[in-house]
């Protein structure tokens, strides 16, 4: 990796962060997402046990309470996932170039 990419995703990486801390103190507090289109639709369907839930229900990690630390906790955890994530596949594509050429 060149330090041009290295400076790039390290660069990222922190904006990526900063914005997973601030978001809990700049979000909306009235959100328009998907559960709430759900439960405006069908307000029964979020008491069904069938309905999945994700594990950082309403972006925040629940053994840290309702404060926004369990907020910020949630979405740098999820941005370190996203970003292991796209590691593994891109790993994975090297190898294969490595394999075709």
């Known amino acids: 990796m060149t330090s041009k990419n290295k400076s ?9 962060l900063i914005l997973g801390v601030l978001s809990p103190f ?4 009235n959100p328009d ?3 709430a289109s759900a439960e405006h639709l069908n307000p029964a369907i979020m008491d069904n046990p069938g309905y ?4 950082f229900d309403n972006y925040q990690v629940k053994l840290l309470g309702d404060g926004p630390l369990a907020g910020i906790a949630a979405l740098v955890i999820g941005v370190l ?6 590691y593994v596949v891109t ?11």
């Open 26 to 29: 700049i979000a909306s507090t």
């Open 8 to 16: 790039l995703l390290i660069g990222g990486l922190i904006i990526a």
């Open 52 to 55: 999945w839930h994700a594990p």
């Open 91 to 101: 790993e994975i594509l090297k190898r294969r170039s490595k394999i075709d050429n």
């Open 81 to 86: 996932i996203a970003l292991g994530f796209v």
């Open 33 to 35: 997402g998907l559960d």
